[in-house]
């Protein structure tokens, strides 16, 4: 069964050229189709153009079965790639949500045994059916908000069973969900309380202990490190990321939120696919990240909620830098998984055009995953992938109606979902 979408208002994120990220002053730019028709089968794209085409067009196809969907004049987007997000979690966090109103900074809800280490404990104690359908109900809505792809850490374990325990149930959300889902071990994600005093002796674990048993059961398919001050030194994710490496995971890292704290600089050092939340970025990690194949990525949800100052993105992309954003969904820092937000947020707080924020928001962030050549634009061969609006009077309006759900349709793999 093929798809045909027709009276689209306008296409938005096209890529005749496909390329896999857009950087510096390109980020300013996005290819669109007016008043236009697309065709899906077998799960890609196979063809799109201008209405007055579309006799010609179907005639092509007129030996296939062919469902269509009326656009209403809503536009077609590609689906949202969400590259940093830590949504299998047993319980929220709105506690400490209070605390930080009474003043309590993240370093101190953490000392306290809060923070990632309340995350792991809950998480020790709740089955991995609860943690599966949890986390089934946050996948479906954030598809519902336009999300067609995610990328899903551990790091709530911190230790080897419950690091597998999460692995595991990620590895069945690829079998459960119509997203594209990618996955990464994050054993390095906090010290355990009982390794205080002695990192060095959890560091150990990560690397003897965990890294080989996530590789031989093939469980992930990047390692990240949370390389900041409070956490891991340089040194330890040096040592932990090219233990990863001989087993075949790529580096993505959680860098510079807390501090200059040399995680940039450690992840282009070692071809990281992306350095995540740099809000502590200054001249030196931008000189860094310029002749690299590294993505900078930024978490707006995260300043937001935690009254964080922000990365310096325009300043990043005048450098000539690629910038994506993504969600960082997890029930401390960012309990939010919707891109729609975070597209506004890229727009609000950081002063992006809608069209840059687009490009964040899509083609980057699909880059940030390996996925660049498959998912983030609408091209002819790549995953259908996408969904319809509402009428909407522009593209702008996407980032301008921050608290609404402009979606109306999704697609995903070629298959109508709602």
């Given at each position: 069964m093929m798809i045909l979408i027709k009276n689209i208002k306008q296409i938005v994120q096209i890529s005749y050229n496909p390329m896999l990220k857009v950087c510096g002053k390109e980020m300013a730019n996005i290819e669109t189709l007016d008043n236009a028709y697309l065709i899906i089968?077998?799960?890609?794209?196979?063809?799109?153009?201008?209405?007055?085409?579309?006799?010609?067009?179907?005639?092509?196809?007129?030996?296939?079965?062919?469902?269509?969907?009326?656009?209403?004049?809503?536009?077609?987007?590609?689906?949202?790639?969400?590259?940093?997000?830590?949504?299998?979690?047993?319980?929220?966090?709105?506690?400490?949500?209070?605390?930080?109103?009474?003043?309590?900074?993240?370093?101190?809800?953490?000392?306290?045994?809060?923070?990632?280490l309340h995350s792991a404990e809950r998480l020790h104690r709740t089955s991995e059916k609860e943690l599966t359908e949890q986390a089934l109900e946050r996948l479906n809505e954030i598809m519902m908000l336009g999300t067609g792809a995610v990328e899903i850490k551990s790091g709530y374990g911190l230790t080897t069973e419950d690091e597998l325990k999460m692995l595991r149930i990620i590895k069945k959300l690829k079998?459960?969900?119509?997203?594209?889902?990618?996955?990464?071990?994050?054993?390095?994600?906090?010290?355990?309380?009982e390794y205080w005093g002695r990192q060095s002796d959890y560091v150990d674990l990560v690397i003897n202990e965990m890294i080989p048993q996530v590789a031989s059961e093939e469980l992930a398919d990047y390692i990240d490190v949370f390389c900041d001050r409070g956490f891991f030194t340089e040194e330890e994710t040096d040592r932990m990321l090219m233990a990863g490496m001989k087993y075949g995971l790529r580096?993505?890292?959680?860098?510079?939120?807390?501090?200059?704290?040399?995680?940039?600089?450690?992840?282009?050092?070692?071809?990281?696919?992306?350095?995540?939340?740099?809000?502590?970025?200054?001249?030196?990690?931008?000189?860094?990240?310029?002749?690299?194949?590294?993505?900078?990525?930024?978490?707006?949800?995260?300043?937001?909620?935690?009254?964080?100052?922000?990365?310096?993105?325009?300043?990043?992309?005048?450098?000539?830098?690629?910038?994506a954003f993504a969600s960082d969904y997890n029930p401390g820092s960012s309990p939010s998984g919707n891109m729609q937000l975070v597209l506004s947020m890229a727009c609000i707080m950081y002063g992006l055009?809608?069209?840059?924020?687009?490009?964040?928001?899509?083609?980057?962030?699909?880059?940030?995953?390996?996925?660049?050549?498959?998912?983030?634009?609408?091209?002819?061969?790549?995953?259908?992938?996408?969904?319809i609006t509402e009428p909407i009077p522009s593209y702008g309006f996407m980032p301008y109606a921050f608290g609404s759900n402009k979606v109306w349709k999704v697609i995903l793999n070629g298959n109508v979902i709602s």
């Open positions: 089968g077998n799960g890609k794209i196979v063809d799109f153009g201008p209405m007055i085409n579309l006799s010609r067009a179907t005639n092509k196809f007129r030996n296939f079965a062919i469902r269509d969907i009326d656009a209403r004049g809503g536009m077609v987007f590609p689906s949202f790639c969400d590259s940093h997000t830590h949504l299998v979690y047993a319980d929220s966090r709105e506690k400490e949500f209070v605390d930080k109103i009474k003043g309590l900074s993240y370093e101190e809800i953490a000392k306290l045994g809060g923070g990632i079998e459960l969900s119509p997203l594209t889902i990618v996955s990464t071990f994050l054993g390095a994600h906090a010290v355990p309380s580096p993505k890292i959680h860098a510079n939120e807390l501090d200059y704290s040399g995680g940039v600089q450690v992840g282009v050092k070692y071809n990281a696919l992306s350095v995540d939340h740099l809000e502590c970025t200054g001249d030196d990690e931008i000189q860094a990240l310029l002749p690299s194949e590294t993505m900078p990525t930024v978490l707006p949800g995260a300043a937001f909620f935690l009254n964080m100052p922000h990365a310096p993105v325009r300043k990043m992309i005048t450098a000539g830098l690629p910038v055009t809608p069209e840059e924020a687009i490009n964040a928001t899509t083609i980057n962030t699909a880059y940030a995953m390996g996925l660049s050549e498959s998912h983030g634009s609408i091209a002819i061969g790549k995953t259908a992938n996408l969904f």
